[in-house]
């Protein structure tokens, strides 16, 4: 469901960049609300009042190619202001009339920049500047009303604009953090050129949402799937605000959770939803599908499928629902789903990707739009706890994609008691907040130990715990040696079965988060 906003926004066209949802990014970061499209569904950008100007974004193509990515002059003919990023720029450019051509080498990494004249897009930023540039093509010759805002050794346009209609274009890539100035410049088109003045607020944000799910809604039912994390408890209080006892709320035990945490997860959301949650024990269905499964993806379909006929049995009694309301965030739904093919899907995360086609019910995915840190924000101003809203996220198919090959009950119980170490050191030692998310991994190897003079033959574990800001892109924590000293003492002690304990010091990109 795309949140109707009644906020000034500034669009972004997706034409394939690994970097656009940067761009949405970085928008937000200077509170300016921003939604991406991808490039073939402009026309929903046309006749938005709301839309007070459009980025459109770079890519993998060439502007010459046959099949490029292209949109219709309608856009030109709304007289919004305009900013072209890399293949935004060629597209804008040679629509408008100017020349593309191949560079001679494609040039990729930091570039320096000399501005030329004055332009209100680079408003308080140095003449001279560091960017970030991936590009093979350029623009040779400028549209009619362009002139040059910057050059750089290689480009004789590394920016240009028409500021009589707003339109501005840059070769190099403002929202990555190698382009000094980059958030100053996204900054000077969305609150001067595009003259948003107002801050991206949670306020209007919680108003339109709930307005729009009560408008949308209307008598009918909603299910809402709840985990007691972050995301699916900030969604069903939206809804809750919006339809009352309409929303039923179902917790799944899928025995795949971490230690003791159905229980406090049960008595956490009966005490905040003010409503009672239906719990459902679905242990054994869940380790019975997944008995014998070993490729991650297809533990992440049967999960996802799995929950989807759960709820559906749970609940006929307390039905019929049209709705299904799901806590899907913006980074879940650009890693899942590919837009219009450039992209590669990395994971389909359960709650996207892997559900069912026929699934039977309407989806509402209120936080569709959200980052996590907001998803927090809006948390906050509905009155959630920080005790829940600072909560780690854990993943929808929970510890099935962190035992990697069999999923057993007695894997799941080595790695429950491992992870219940790992985290209670982590609260214990102050590191807990220090972290966007830890956890431990049940490799599916066993090497050979010593203890009491036994040899003996067992399981390793992987600790993994990572900085972030939006999951996005990561970082391994670095927490302090004598931490994880204990950590590993008290796993390989207290946890019969456990030889080994390893620590995982990649980032992502290259690697990912969830080892599967
Ligand atoms: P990766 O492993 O892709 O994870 O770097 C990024 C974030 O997504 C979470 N994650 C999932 N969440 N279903 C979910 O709901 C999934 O299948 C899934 N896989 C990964 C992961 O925990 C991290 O926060």
């Known amino acids: 469901m795309t949140t109707k906003q009644t906020q000034p926004e500034v669009a972004v066209l997706d034409?394939?960049?690994?970097?656009?949802?940067?761009?949405?990014?970085?928008?937000?970061?200077?509170?300016?609300?921003?939604?991406?499209?991808?490039?073939?569904?402009?026309?929903?950008?046309l006749d938005r009042d709301e839309i007070r100007g459009v980025v459109l974004s770079g890519g993998p193509s060439s502007v010459y190619e046959d099949g490029a990515p292209d949109i219709g002059d309608e856009l030109f003919a709304e007289g919004k202001p305009l900013l072209g990023i890399c293949y935004g720029m060629q597209l804008m450019c040679r629509k408008l009339g100017g020349a593309i051509e191949a560079s001679t080498n494609r040039e990729y990494g930091p570039a320096t920049i000399d501005r030329a004249g004055k332009s209100r897009l680079f408003t308080e930023t140095p003449g001279q500047q560091g960017v970030w540039m991936s590009h093979g093509d350029r623009v040779a010759a400028l549209p009619d009303g362009f002139t040059p805002l910057a050059s750089s050794g290689s480009i004789p346009f590394a920016a240009a604009g028409d500021e009589t209609r707003g339109y501005y274009c840059v070769q190099f890539h403002p929202e990555v953090v190698h382009t000094e100035h980059g958030m100053q410049i996204l900054r000077n088109f969305s609150r001067d050129i595009c003259a948003i003045e107002s801050e991206w607020s949670t306020t209007v944000f919680i108003d339109s949402t709930v307005a729009e799910i009560r408008e949308r809604v209307g008598t009918r039912k909603v299910l809402c799937g709840v985990s007691g994390g972050v995301d699916s408890t900030v969604a069903a209080t939206l809804i809750d605000q919006a339809v009352g006892e309409q929303l039923h709320t179902v917790f799944v035990d899928n025995g795949l959770l971490r230690l003791g945490e159905a229980s406090e997860v049960e008595r956490n959301l009966n005490a905040f939803l003010h409503r009672p949650v239906l719990r459902v024990d679905a242990r054994n269905l869940f380790l019975n599908g997944l008995r014998g499964v070993t490729d991650p993806e297809k533990k992440r379909k049967i999960i996802g499928n799995t929950f989807i006929d759960v709820f559906k049995s749970a609940t006929t009694d307390l039905g019929p629902f049209e709705f299904l309301a799901q806590g899907?965030?913006?980074?879940?739904?650009?890693?899942?789903?590919?837009?219009?093919?450039?992209?590669?899907?990395?994971?389909?995360?359960?709650?996207?990707?892997?559900?069912?086609?026929?699934?039977?019910?309407?989806?509402?995915?209120?936080?569709?739009?959200?980052?996590?840190?907001?998803?927090?924000?809006?948390?906050?101003?509905?009155?959630?706890?920080d005790s829940l809203l600072m909560r780690h996220p854990f993943p929808g198919p929970g510890l099935g994609v962190r035992i990697l090959g069999d999923v057993t009950a007695d894997r799941v119980r080595l790695l429950q008691q491992a992870d219940h170490i790992f985290?209670?050191?982590?609260?214990?030692?102050?590191?807990?907040?220090?972290?966007?998310?830890?956890?431990?991994?049940?490799?599916?190897?066993?090497?050979?130990?010593?203890?009491?003079?036994?040899?003996?033959?067992?399981?390793?574990?992987?600790?993994?715990?990572?900085?972030?800001?939006?999951?996005?892109?990561?970082?391994?924590?670095?927490?302090?040696?004598?931490?994880?000293?204990?950590?590993?003492?008290?796993?390989?002690?207290?946890?019969?079965?456990?030889?080994?304990?390893?620590?995982?010091?990649?980032?992502?990109?290259?690697?990912t988060i969830e080892w599967e």
Do not use: C
């Open 328 to 385: 899907t965030l913006y980074p879940d739904r650009i890693e899942s789903v590919s837009v219009n093919g450039p992209s590669h899907v990395i994971k389909s995360h359960h709650n996207v990707g892997g559900l069912p086609e026929e699934l039977g019910f309407e989806l509402i995915e209120p936080l569709g739009e959200l980052f996590k840190d907001e998803v927090r924000r809006v948390g906050r101003s509905l009155g959630i706890p």
């Open 15 to 45: 034409f394939g960049s690994q970097y656009t949802q940067l761009i949405a990014r970085r928008l937000r970061e200077v509170g300016v609300f921003s939604e991406i499209y991808p490039f073939n569904r402009y026309k929903e950008l």
């Open 423 to 511: 985290i209670q050191e982590l609260l214990d030692s102050g590191q807990y907040d220090k972290i966007w998310q830890a956890g431990a991994v049940l490799l599916p190897i066993q090497t050979v130990g010593v203890m009491g003079d036994k040899r003996t033959y067992e399981a390793v574990v992987a600790l993994r715990a990572v900085t972030s800001q939006d999951g996005m892109t990561a970082d391994w924590a670095r927490i302090p040696n004598e931490v994880l000293a204990r950590v590993s003492n008290r796993i390989i002690n207290e946890v019969p079965g456990i030889n080994r304990v390893a620590y995982d010091i990649s980032s992502k990109p290259p690697s």
